[in-house]
């Protein structure tokens, strides 16, 4: 028996979509070629907050901002929230339920948000002690950083909400699967900057 073909690297729906499946190679070749500029963009501020850390003007440091705790968690959810949106890829390969469908979409969405939810009370927490953008080299470059991956998050919970009222009003269509083909590579992107993030930033900042 011949093995179907994988026409772009990710999750290929296979024939049983039709011209979707024929349509996302193309398609998903230019999303590639955004995430590759995305990660370049991610690239410049990671090496601005390397080369920072010791730009501090007789401020705060790591050891004085940063919950190790309140982070942990965060990265549980944004990794559990990688595995809820492959198990909804799998339901849209496989032509599941679109309950079952909506329904992982609608678990990776609060888990997004309450990603967001405990990263923006870490941030109000580091200006709470001193911690500003505007307070030193260091503070700076973090700002630039990290908030900017989560700015990522945030359109990709919103990309998700208009996804699913997409399902709601047309069905889970042509546009809605090409949709969630993207909306993957994108979420499991972010999740690959947070790991670095979280190891470059704040397990490195904090030994």
Same mark, same amino acid.
Not at 93 to 115: A, D, E, I, P
Not at 142 to 165: E, R, S, Y
Not at 170 to 178: A, P, Q, S, Y
């Given at each position: 028996?011949?093995?179907?073909?994988?026409?772009?690297?990710?999750?290929?729906?296979?024939?049983?979509?039709?011209?979707? #499946?024929?349509?996302?190679? /193309?398609?998903? *070749?230019?999303?590639?070629?955004? +995430?590759?500029?995305?990660?370049?963009? %991610? @690239? $410049?501020?990671?090496?601005?907050?390397?080369?920072?850390?010791?730009?501090?003007?007789?401020?705060?440091?790591?050891? #004085?901002?940063?919950?190790? /705790?309140?982070? *942990?968690?965060?990265?549980?959810? +944004?990794?559990?929230?990688?595995?809820? %949106? @492959? $198990?909804?890829?799998?339901?849209?390969?496989?032509?599941?339920?679109?309950?079952?469908?909506?329904?992982?979409?609608?678990?990776?969405?609060?888990?997004?948000?309450? *990603?967001?939810?405990?990263?923006?009370?870490?941030?109000?927490?580091?200006?709470?002690?001193?911690?500003?953008?505007?307070?030193?080299?260091?503070?700076?470059?973090?700002?630039?950083?990290?908030?900017?991956?989560?700015?990522?998050?945030?359109?990709?919970?919103?990309?998700?909400?208009?996804?699913?009222?997409?399902?709601?009003?047309?069905?889970?269509?042509?546009?809605?699967?090409?949709?969630?083909?993207?909306?993957?590579?994108?979420?499991?992107?972010?999740?690959?900057?947070?790991?670095?993030?979280?190891?470059?930033?704040?397990?490195?900042?904090?030994?």
């Amino acid at each position: 028996m011949s093995q179907p073909v994988a026409r772009h690297p990710g999750l290929n729906l296979g024939g049983a979509h039709g011209s979707t #499946d024929a349509a996302a190679e /193309r398609l998903m *070749f230019g999303f590639w070629v955004f +995430l590759m500029s995305d990660a370049i963009l %991610f @690239g $410049m501020v990671f090496a601005s907050y390397v080369t920072s850390l010791d730009a501090r003007a007789g401020g705060p440091g790591p050891h #004085d901002l940063y919950d190790i /705790r309140s982070v *942990f968690i965060e990265t549980l959810l +944004l990794l559990c929230s990688s595995f809820t %949106f @492959g $198990m909804a890829s799998l339901a849209l390969k496989y032509q599941h339920s679109t309950r079952r469908l909506v329904g992982w979409l609608g678990v990776t969405l609060l888990l997004g948000m309450g *990603f967001l939810g405990l990263e923006i009370h870490d941030f109000l927490s580091m200006i709470a002690k001193g911690g500003s953008a505007s307070r030193s080299g260091f503070l700076s470059a973090f700002f630039d950083l990290v908030p900017l991956h989560g700015a990522h998050v945030t359109a990709g919970c919103i990309w998700l909400v208009c996804l699913v009222a997409q399902i709601a009003r047309f069905g889970v269509d042509h546009w809605v699967k090409l949709g969630i083909l993207r909306l993957a590579l994108f979420w499991h992107f972010l999740d690959i900057i947070w790991i670095a993030i979280f190891s470059v930033v704040y397990l490195a900042g904090l030994t």
